[in-house]
């Protein structure tokens, strides 16, 4: 199984861009689909993206559409997460997982590896 580490957070005013990053240990890294979910204060989490095992598949929530893009870097066992024209609805704690089964990144269920989570603050 593997671990999961992001980086890459912090904080950025509206508009700016910011790209996360989860390092994940482990030869079993593109046996995973991976994605992105993010819970932010006092709210439940929510889908951001995901991608297939070989990247060629992926979907993101209507929310980040046209402004998030989601890859993956087997070979370095690194998926990234690039997110252009923040806004402060965006502000939340950022959770790489991975999971046997592409959907299940999508409802957070039956997800096999959580990271520990990079928090990014969006500023008006």
């Known amino acids: 199984q593997v671990q999961l580490v992001e980086s890459g957070g912090g904080l950025v005013q509206a508009g700016g861009s910011l790209r996360l990053s989860c390092a994940a240990s482990?030869?079993?890294?593109?046996?995973?689909?991976m994605g992105w979910i993010r819970q932010a204060s006092g709210k439940e989490r929510e889908f951001v993206a995901a991608?297939?095992?070989?990247?060629?598949?992926?979907s993101y929530a209507d929310s980040v559409k046209g402004r998030f893009t989601i890859s993956r870097d087997n070979p370095k066992n690194t998926v990234y997460l690039r997110m252009n024209s923040l806004k402060p609805e965006d502000t939340a704690v950022y959770y790489c997982?991975?999971?046997?089964?592409?959907?299940?990144?999508?409802?957070?269920?039956?997800?096999?590896?959580w990271g520990q989570g990079t928090l990014v603050t969006v500023s008006s």
């Open positions: 482990g030869r079993t890294f593109s046996s995973y689909a």
């Open positions: 997982a991975a999971a046997d089964v592409f959907d299940n990144l999508k409802t957070g269920q039956n997800v096999a590896v």
């Open positions: 991608i297939s095992r070989s990247g060629v598949w992926t």
